[in-house]
């Protein structure tokens, strides 16, 4: 019989562009595929996610 683990598995995601938070989403995503409960935690060292992509206002319109 195969039961789902109570101790959520850990994982640790190093970079929050989109790659880390594409990473982030997959697990998530096995995560309740699975049932089977997951921690993560992203590392990030700058103040915003999203790597070099932004959105910027220039003229009145969002870019």
Not at 29 to 48: C, F, G, N, Q, W
């Amino acid at each position: 019989m195969n039961e789902s683990p109570k101790t959520p598995i850990r994982w640790a995601v190093v970079g929050g562009g989109l790659s880390g938070l594409a990473a982030c989403q997959h697990l998530l995503s096995l995560s309740k595929s699975k049932s089977t409960p997951v921690e993560i935690d992203l590392y990030e060292a700058s103040d915003r996610l999203g790597g070099v992509f932004g959105t910027i206002e220039q003229d009145g319109y969002l870019l």
